[in-house]
């Protein structure tokens, strides 16, 4: 079975960092690009990054760049969020989300569970 | 960036009733849209990709179509497990952008 596991986040104080983990397992984890997607009960659903397989392009949401690094590890089916300079705003429950295999950006046909990052002072 | 508006914000609908849903956009997206389904505590899960595409596993009660900047999701005849939180997203330009849902309640 297809499956996705993230793990780190926690409590944290604005301005701090954390690395968020995303485990994948049952697939070709290579083949496939992920994203990562933020839910807040505010503001909804929130597209964050996004890499290919090979992770050499990688794409950042205006209101991330500059602050978080998204990276693989082919290797060791992992995928890692750095993510430094964090704000109130960025409190939310992290999903990594695998693309539909495909040509070109496509949607997501497998979520993990979710961590919860909670920033605040 | 491209904003995704859904309606109604809220609906109300008996167990066998027709549920339509609607999504609109600020600007083409082609037919790169997706719809989700999230229940309490769950992730989402993608019903239709490419406006009107089933995912796999989804029963065909579940339909989309439309292209451009609109769009709609209709459930023909609702189960007690539609009853949920239904997204739209739209994956023709970045950054992707979700819209920010309708809840399917039970009437």
């Known amino acids: 079975d297809v499956q996705l596991v993230e793990s780190g986040g926690g409590l944290v104080k604005p301005g701090e960092s954390l690395r968020l983990s995303c485990a994948a397992s049952g697939f070709t984890f290579s083949s496939y690009s992920i994203n990562w997607v933020r839910q807040t009960p505010g503001t909804g659903l929130e597209w964050v990054s996004a890499?290919?397989?090979?992770?050499?392009?990688?794409?950042?949401a205006d209101s991330v760049k500059g602050r978080f690094t998204l990276s693989r590890d082919n290797a060791k089916n992992s995928l890692y969020l750095q993510m430094n300079s964090l704000r109130a705003e960025d409190t939310a429950v992290y999903y990594c989300?695998?693309?539909?295999f495909g040509s070109g950006t496509r949607p997501y046909d497998y979520w993990g569970q979710g961590t919860l990052v909670t920033v605040s002072s | 960036e491209i904003v995704m508006t859904q309606s109604p914000a809220t609906l109300s609908v008996s167990p066998g009733e027709r549920a339509t849903l609607s999504c609109r956009a600020s600007?083409?997206?082609?037919?790169?849209l997706a719809w989700y389904q999230q229940k309490p505590g769950q992730a989402p899960r993608l019903l239709i990709y490419d406006a009107s595409t089933r995912a796999t596993g989804i029963p065909a009660r579940f339909s989309g179509r439309g292209s451009g900047t609109e769009f709609t999701l209709t459930i023909s005849s609702l189960q007690s497990e539609d009853f949920a939180v239904y997204y739209c997203?739209?994956?023709?330009?970045?950054?992707?952008?979700f819209g920010g849902g309708t809840k399917v309640e039970i009437k």
């Open positions: 600007q083409s997206v082609n037919s790169k």
């Open positions: 890499i290919d397989t090979s992770g050499t392009s990688i794409s950042y």
């Open positions: 997203q739209q994956y023709n330009n970045w950054p992707l952008t």
């Open positions: 989300a695998r693309e539909l």
